[in-house]
């Protein structure tokens, strides 16, 4: 005797309907209303007539009110934009709901039929005392019983992913909407998290944007994942946003078409791109970095973070090629160079991954493009330094320079963060490519596109309002700061170690923008340093730094066993553990006093000029002199 299917789950009516399209509109005006209010409270400040405390005071509250109604924008924005993924879900789910029904009916009428069927062949077995023998061709009922317990196994499992989505859909919103309760708690809603969300990643999985084994995976179980198949790293790297795609990808994707690649320090607006990303819900900011590494890893207004997050897919990615490149090559002398560098390039990348390190600049093309943060950019955030190295520089010496930063992180004494920046190419070779002024040129609007994403990182992490950031360049990248200040560089104190000069066509204060007359200014080149001799008061590069108008010239001194810094080593040397230049260097990344320049005494038997034999003492101190700006003010 044949049993029926049990008959399909009954399907909970949906309530809510799209009725309520105009809402998100209606957000984002009063975001604009906000944002407007949030940019006269912050320029306007105090009253033009007003002085003393009472002025300072009221400049204070008029930030803070205007910071305040800053967030307030950016939860009207968050609010908005998850009412229009509410409501496009809410279409989808609907239809959903209507296929439902209408497989709901079938199932009914299928099993009735059958029920219809069954009844009338045991009529006839009952009559003749045996089954009665089917007529013509088709399925028997026991088959056709068979398929429709089937079907409806099929129908209440997609019944129940349906109540799931519901019940996501409407979490999602609502978590969104009592995030932004108060100021306070936006804030803290909108701080960035974690490289992933495995709900996010559930959702990229269940669009078909990411690999099926991803389903579930905490932010860590992913991260091993993509190591161990780097190939899906590689995909995820030829990833674009859609410009029709609804929702984040799509806002994102009209953000990046307002970019002008010529113009790197003000396209796209990174206040727009901050704006944009924390309104978002962190998860969909996670999900972006890691849907779209390419573009994120790099793009100026993102978090940090979020770059960060980015970039460690594209490594994951290029150490796999570099890997494969090392196995390809021959190990002949034609290629043994090429092999150290691939090798050297390796190695740095599997430091990065094996210590999490912060890389917010990547780039593998060519000589490679990398920046790094050491350290952490918060709230206790007093002083960042920036160290530039110069010629013969690229992906595979990064290391020194990073190697630089840990050092000085070891030695602060303040609450310090460091940057290695080596965001654009360098000359490889001193003879016939440093004398040239192109890599300064072209670097330096890269390098001011960075100082100002850097200033508003450290704006958005809430730093102490005496953060100041102090760039060391070094050699030739003393030419690129100066490039770079023409473009208008965010800084309040330069460190020209070494350096070639103060940049292409800058030989006095005049020769640059009035945003860069409060920035304190350093110089440090020891005697006889080759450096003085090949490129410093050469005008291809610019003005001598020692001699430059308003730099203080501080004292390079001895190496950790006393023998003083000089000669040809010195272009290096002064970077030495435990030596005076290398205090003094950390000393004003610290804002704390410096010790100026003292003149050497040479060797009687020396002649003027250049030194042939050892400086054998020096001239008294001059003294030390701050570098804190409030105590030079």
Request: with cysteine.
């Amino acid at each position: 005797m044949t049993t029926l299917p049990e008959p399909p789950n009954d399907i909970p009516p949906l309530w809510a309907s799209v009725t309520s399209t105009s809402l998100p509109d209606a957000l984002r005006s009063a975001k604009d209303a906000a944002t407007a209010v949030s940019d006269w409270a912050i320029e306007g400040g105090a009253p033009a007539n007003w002085t003393g405390d009472a002025s300072e005071v009221a400049s204070h509250q008029m930030t803070t009110y205007g910071l305040d109604c800053a967030v307030s924008s950016a939860a009207l924005l968050r609010a908005a934009v998850a009412c229009e993924a509410y409501i496009e879900t809410l279409a989808g789910l609907r239809t959903t709901h209507g296929t439902l029904h209408d497989r709901s009916d079938l199932l009914y009428s299928r099993r009735a039929a059958l029920s219809e069927r069954i009844a009338t062949e045991d009529a006839a077995a009952l009559t003749t005392g045996g089954p009665e023998p089917r007529q013509g061709p088709g399925p028997t009922t026991a088959t056709l019983a068979k398929e429709g317990t089937q079907d409806t196994t099929e129908f209440n499992t997609d019944l129940a992913q349906w109540e799931r989505d519901v019940v996501t859909a409407e979490d999602a919103i609502i978590a969104v909407l009592e995030a932004n309760d108060t100021v306070a708690e936006t804030r803290q809603s909108i701080a960035p998290l974690g490289p992933s969300d495995v709900n996010l990643l559930n959702v990229a999985v269940a669009a078909g944007r990411l690999p099926a084994d991803l389903q579930g995976k905490s932010a860590e179980e992913i991260d091993e994942w993509l190591r161990n198949h780097p190939e899906t790293a590689t995909d995820l790297m030829t990833n674009q946003p859609r410009a029709y795609a609804s929702g984040p990808e799509g806002e994102l994707a009209a953000l990046l078409a307002t970019n002008d690649p010529n113009n790197p320090v003000g396209a796209p607006n990174i206040d727009a791109v901050r704006l944009f990303f924390e309104s978002l819900n962190p998860a969909h900011a996670a999900a972006l970095a890691l849907l779209f590494p390419a573009v994120i890893g790099n793009l100026g207004g993102v978090p940090f973070s979020y770059r960060a997050d980015a970039n460690r897919v594209a490594v994951i990615a290029e150490a796999e090629i570099v890997n494969k490149e090392i196995r390809n090559l021959d190990a002949t002398e034609r290629y043994d160079g090429e092999i150290a560098e691939a090798q050297r390039r390796a190695t740095l990348y599997q430091d990065i991954l094996d210590n999490d390190r912060q890389i917010i600049v990547f780039d593998p093309a060519e000589d490679g493009k990398i920046a790094e943060v050491h350290g952490n950019i918060d709230t206790s955030t007093e002083n960042v330094g920036v160290h530039i190295p110069g010629t013969g520089n690229d992906m595979s010496t990064f290391f020194r320079t990073a190697d630089k930063s840990e050092e000085s992180l070891k030695i602060a004494t303040s609450d310090l963060a460091m940057i290695s920046w080596l965001g654009t190419d360098l000359p490889d070779d001193v003879i016939q490519d440093a004398p040239s002024p192109d890599y300064a040129t072209e670097g330096g609007p890269q390098l001011a596109a960075f100082s100002h994403e850097l200033r508003q990182e450290l704006d958005h992490a809430g730093a102490s309002t005496q953060a100041d950031v102090t760039y060391v360049p070094h050699s030739y990248a003393g030419s690129l700061i100066g490039a770079a200040e023409t473009q208008g560089l965010d800084a309040d104190r330069i460190f020209h170690a070494e350096s070639a000069g103060t940049g292409p066509g800058v030989f006095n204060m005049g020769d640059l923008p009035p945003s860069q007359d409060h920035i304190q200014r350093y110089s440090m080149t020891a005697p006889d340093s080759p450096i003085a001799f090949w490129s410093q008061g050469k005008a291809v590069h610019g003005a001598d730094p020692d001699l430059f108008e308003g730099s203080i010239q501080v004292h390079s001194g001895n190496y950790k066993d006393r023998t003083p810094i000089q000669g040809n080593p010195a272009h290096s040397g002064i970077y030495a553990e435990g030596s005076d230049s290398w205090t003094q260097i950390n000393r004003v990344i610290n804002g704390d006093p410096v010790e100026l320049w003292r003149e050497p005494i040479k060797s009687p038997d020396n002649p003027p000029g250049f030194l042939d034999g050892p400086v054998t003492d020096w001239e008294p101190s001059n003294g030390f002199i701050p570098t804190d700006k409030d105590e030079l003010e």
